[in-house]
Each structure stands twice: as structure tokens, then as C-alpha cells.
């Protein structure tokens, strides 16, 4: 799979009020072609199912779908990851987590990608290795002891990650393990999907209730 590595940059004198604006976003490593089909595939179930207008078992399977079709969402489509002026911003299934830059301290790639501020460890499924790629070594050659960014696009990623990370360190005149970036750690924010939460749970509620009906 190909990914385009040019950077996707604003103005670096950002204002806080543009401070939620992306400076660079990382394409996933998987998941995007199987979400497609998947949303593709529930939408044609659905609309098999409520063709006949019956309240019957066209109706169960008519919320299996819609179902169905949230999951493959949440799991496979809104997973996200993007740099802005201040934070490496980690969408995953439900739960958004805002990571101040400067405080990270430690960037690793392997079936997820994991970032590391103070004394937590934070993780997004979008960037990872496949099993195939583990095995081969992560995309070293016979002659390199470590990989590259040429080799990888997950090392361009951890790479930029760390590029920022100093940049915005160096921006707030803070050190690595500094009370400082310590305090950066812990102002970590998270935000969470309540509309996905409330469809899931509100569907699944729909389905029970219409299985002990019929």
C-alpha cells in the first residue's frame, strides 16, 4: 500500500485560536478499502430489508444492518491521526485524546503505533505493521541495523511525530523531563463520540426489544 508523504502544513505562528488546525495528517496503514466495503455491503442488506415494509424479520435484520454499518464505522473508518499546532490529536474508536506535543517523550510503531508522555502510554490502531512486515523486520534491509523513513512510511510517521514533538519544545523553551513537560503530561485531554455511543447502545436496545416482541 502507497502512501504520499508530502506534509500537509499551515503557517507555523499559529494563533490559539487556530490552534485546532491540522499541520499535518498521517493517512492509515489499513482498514479504509474493508470499511468501504463493509458500509457498502450493510447498505445493500438495508435496503433489502426494509423493501418489503414488514415489521416482521426484514425489521431485525434491518437493525442488524444499521448496526452492522456503525460498527464498521467506529472500527475501521473514524480512526484518525493529525498533528495541530499544540497536540498530536489520537480519533480513535470512541474516545478522542489530545496529547500536548512537548510532552511526548517516546514514539514506537508496531501493531499499533504508541506514544508515550510522562507516565502514560497512549495508542492508535491507524498507523501499525502488518504480520508480514513484522516478520520481515519492519522494512530493514540486509544491511541496516534499524529501519528508515525511506523504507517505511511508519517511520516517517514516528519521525515526524518526534520532529514535532522537539519543535514544540523548543517553541515553549521546555526540556525532556523537565516539571515542566511533566505538567504537559498531565493536561492530556479526551473527548468522546457520544453520538456513535448513543447510536450503538440505542440499536442494540432496538434489537432486543424487537426480539422479544416477535
Sequence with gaps: ?????????????????????VVERFPPTSGRVSGAIGLVTAAVVLGLAIWPRDTGTPLGVAIVACFGALVTWVTLLRPALWVTADDLVLRNMLVTTYVPLAAIDRVITAQVLAVTAGEHR????????TLRQTVTGKGRSADEKTPSAVNTYQVFVEDQIHHHADSARERLRITKGSPEQQALADGVRRSHAWPEIAGLVGLAVAFVVWFFVH
Design 1 to 21: 500500500m502507497s502512501h504520499n508523504l508530502k506534509r500537509e502544513t499551515v503557517s507555523p505562528e499559529v494563533s490559539p485560536e487556530m490552534s485546532t488546525d
Design 122 to 129: 497512549y495508542v492508535s490502531p491507524v498507523i501499525g505493521y
